[in-house]
């Protein structure tokens, strides 16, 4: 079983338009994130969610919208994407004790 | 502050050589550290940790060195083997005030093993 599964793998749109990606967890974890990875592999913390509650938004644009219907779930919803919104979008969970971040296989999007 | 990757750093290594990759942090704070691995086309992936009470920690073919003094840690995987090419990157859990933790990853070090 995957412990943090994202869909979908890959994503390519036009510029202008409306796109999600979601992630699921069935560790049990009560906190979940949205990583940007840009084409240098630098991992960027985006938003952190813990019990459905917004704990961390790391100055990112508002056309990021997370939404989190329950602990394990946590979807990333992007309107009016740029060009520059191109990147590989990580979700992850960490254990309760904060000791570890799981990830998801990452979404690949590419915005023409 | 937190590190920004302007390039990514690449080390090149023949088959059967010790690899070593470096990591440097600037928060004194800090108490713990986790290295990452991620294969392309893979989300990081957990290798092994080290807290600030320790100067090393040994796993299977890997090894943490830290120093406090001058904010360093190190990753050395003994024989390297193909299947270890790979991004690594060290990080940086931290603890906030909601009682969360926000990871900051470094800039990341690809390894090459040469055959």
């Known amino acids: 079983d995957t412990a943090v599964s994202q869909t979908p793998k890959y994503l390519v749109t036009q510029m202008g338009n409306d796109k999600s990606i979601k992630c699921e967890q069935n560790?049990?974890?009560?906190?979940m994130y949205w990583y940007k990875q840009d084409s240098k592999k630098f991992l960027k913390i985006m938003f952190s969610y813990n019990n459905k509650e917004l704990i961390i938004n790391e100055t990112v644009p508002n056309r990021f919208s997370p939404k989190s219907p329950d602990k394990a779930h946590l979807n990333l919803h992007i309107n009016s994407l740029e060009l520059g919104d191109s990147a590989v979008y990580f979700c992850?969970?960490?254990?309760?004790?904060?000791?570890?971040?799981?990830f998801g296989q990452g979404t690949r999007l590419t915005v023409v | 502050g937190e590190s920004v990757g302007l390039h990514l750093p690449t080390l090149s290594v023949q088959e059967g050589d010790n690899s070593i990759i470096n990591c440097a942090y600037s928060n004194s704070a800090s108490d713990y550290f986790i290295w990452y691995k991620q294969e392309s086309g893979k989300g990081p992936q957990f290798i092994i940790d080290?807290?600030?009470?320790?100067d090393k920690r040994q796993g299977q073919r890997v090894t943490v060195l830290l120093n406090k003094t001058v904010k360093h840690l190190s990753l050395q995987i003994a024989a390297t083997q193909p299947g270890d090419s790979a991004v690594y990157f060290c990080?940086?859990?931290?603890?906030?005030?909601?009682?969360?933790?926000?990871?900051?990853f470094g800039t990341g070090t690809r390894l090459k093993v040469l055959a």
């Open positions: 992850a969970s960490i254990s309760f004790s904060g000791e570890e971040a799981f």
């Open positions: 560790l049990g974890h009560d906190t």
């Open positions: 080290i807290r600030s009470n320790m």
């Open positions: 990080a940086d859990p931290r603890g906030t005030t909601s009682g969360t933790y926000k990871y900051i």
